[in-house]
């Protein structure tokens, strides 16, 4: 069973427009939201993370925004770049145990 | 941000032999780590958590005597593949918990092929 649900699979942004990519969980006992990026061949690497106490986290060209009465969670990335093209991981736990991924998003921005 | 580190990166085996994956925490200690398994344009899947000085807890569905994990240390823990087959073929990756806070950090991964 999928516990965390993410879209889309793919998305296509072009130089310097607005990715955005969207989460739903259905455990209310998660209480930790961390989005990975991931490049072919190399494990995931924390991009930024979120607890349910706030509603938005930035991080340079990275927000999360969290809404947790619809228990739903997105990562906006502005101004998008080629290198930001790679598999987009969102994933929720509750602290201390091991994370419950989403299915990935392949980003792909085009110059 | 804390470091994880696996070893090797890529081993490539026969079929019917036996592959250990290491997974090291460089500048923290461990007790718990977490072994994932990831096929080919998938997500990471969750196989077992690894305790320091007790037995792992495997997930459902994964088989605690084909997958040997060993955490002898604070700072080690190992995945043995016994008896390896093509369908293990897959990109192991390791993850721990470092600090207070929850945020996990993962190794780099290794990749296994078997022929």
């Known amino acids: 069973q999928q516990q965390v649900k993410q879209s889309p699979q793919s998305l296509i942004v072009q130089k310097g427009g607005i990715s955005i990519i969207n989460c739903a969980y259905e455990n209310t006992a998660f209480d930790y939201f961390p989005w990975y990026q991931q490049f072919p061949g190399k494990g995931p690497a924390l991009l930024i993370a979120i607890r349910p106490d706030v509603s938005e986290k930035k991080e340079g060209r990275f927000t999360i925004s969290f809404n947790k009465s619809a228990k739903q969670f997105s990562l906006h990335i502005m101004d998008s770049q080629p290198g930001d093209s790679a598999t987009y991981f969102c994933?929720?736990?509750?602290?201390?145990?091991?994370?419950?991924f989403g299915k990935g998003t392949s980003l792909l921005v085009t110059p | 941000g804390a470091v994880v580190s696996q070893h090797p990166s890529r081993v490539i085996c026969k079929s019917g032999t036996s592959v250990k994956i290491e997974c090291r925490s460089l500048d923290f200690q461990a007790t718990t780590m977490f072994w994932y398994r990831q096929f080919p344009k998938q997500s990471l899947m969750l196989m077992a958590t690894?305790?320091?000085?007790?037995?792992?807890?495997?997930e459902q569905g994964v088989e605690k005597d084909k997958f040997l994990i060993n955490h002898a240390s604070l700072t080690l823990s190992t995945l043995t593949v016994t008896s390896a087959h093509p369908e293990d073929s897959s990109f192991y990756i390791c993850?721990?918990?470092?600090?207070?806070?929850?945020?996990?950090?993962f190794g780099e991964g290794s990749r296994l092929t078997v022929l």
């Open positions: 993850s721990a918990p470092a600090g207070g806070s929850g945020e996990l950090f």
């Open positions: 690894s305790n320091e000085g007790s037995k792992a807890t495997y």
């Open positions: 994933a929720a736990s509750i602290s201390g145990y091991a994370l419950n």
